[in-house]
Nanobody, 122 residues
Framework: QLQASGGGLVQAGGSLRLSCSAS????????MGWFRQAPGKDREFVAS????????YTSDSVKGRFTISRDNAKNTVFLQMNSLKPDDTAVYYC?????????????????WGQGTQVTVSS
């Protein structure tokens, strides 16, 4: 129901834009989020956006470099990633939240996409 895309291989300092499209149902009343998981590490919160797009929250590790946005008319959420670093290498997952306002906890999300690989080379 959630399909993430846009990942790939990029050099350090480069940019990527991830998309997350929903099908089968609408998530326009739900906050949406992005998480990532690097090999051997736990899944970590990246960014979240409220149902109407006005409220956002990003982790300290990506603040100032990543921007989350959404287009409810297209049932799509985006993650613009700039100034990428090798430490950003991970599988990125989009998820729909149980609530309408941005949340950071993994347990607050109950629908998950399949993930898209982002690899940043040094």
């Amino acid at each position: 129901q959630l399909q993430a895309s846009g990942g790939g291989l990029v050099q350090a300092g480069g940019s990527l834009r991830l998309s997350c499209s929903a099908s089968g149902r609408t998530f326009s009343n739900n906050a949406m989020g992005w998480f990532r998981q690097a090999p051997g590490k736990d899944r970590e919160f990246v960014a979240s956006i409220g149902w109407n797009g006005y409220s956002t929250y990003t982790s300290d590790s990506v603040k100032g470099r990543f921007t989350i946005s959404r287009d409810n008319a297209k049932n799509t959420v985006f993650l613009q990633m700039n100034s990428l670093k090798p430490d950003d290498t991970a599988v990125y997952y989009c998820a729909a939240c149980r609530y309408s306002t941005p949340r950071t906890a993994y347990s607050d999300y109950n629908y998950w996409g399949q993930g898209t690989q982002v690899t940043v080379s040094s």
